[in-house]
């Protein structure tokens, strides 16, 4: 089995420069490919202020970070990308906002079709979920192991596995040829800390 952690920050930050401390920790132990910062109905200069602050602990570990749903702000703080929902801006918009060089990844919840445009359009990556009842979002829809199956079976564009993935519950979803995991509360909600959070992964990742 191979896949990655493609860790999405909480989505509030009360003391910035506690959470700068485990995220340094968190991507000391080497699983995460990428960041999300996912910052909910906070002012756009925080949000901003925020990605300028995390960045370099990112790049000193060679991690990109991707900025969700707003291309424009990605732009301003620096970002290396962004990570795009269906009611967010459009893939060509967003392109044309942050070059050709920038990572754009779609989520395509449950839906062959929104992958297949995502990936002709030349998104980065495509998102699939939720797979498992999340807390960080409520009234999503279900996605199937068989979407997941399909896309890495004909497709070569990575894909991501999003909702409620824990480390006792991602094992299939890895078999299934998910890329990356995306985890939030596994690693910030853990009960002993988020580096135990991410180590908890660490045994069946790198097997």
Known sequence: MSAEIYLITPPRIPNLAKFCDDL??????????CVQLRLKNVKDSIVVRTAEIILPLCHERGVPLLLNDRPDLAVKAGCDGCHLGQNDISYYDARALMGPEAQIGITCNNSRHLAMQ?????????????FFPSTSKYNVSIASIETLIWWAELMTIPCVAIGGINAYNCELLVKSGSDFLAVINAVWGHHAGPVAGIKAFELLLKS
Request: aromatic residues 8%; negative net charge; proline residues 0%.
């Open 24 to 33: 340094s920790a968190v991507l000391d132990i080497g699983l995460v490919a």
């Open 118 to 130: 995502a990936g002709e359009a030349g998104a980065d990556y495509v998102a699939f979920g939720a």
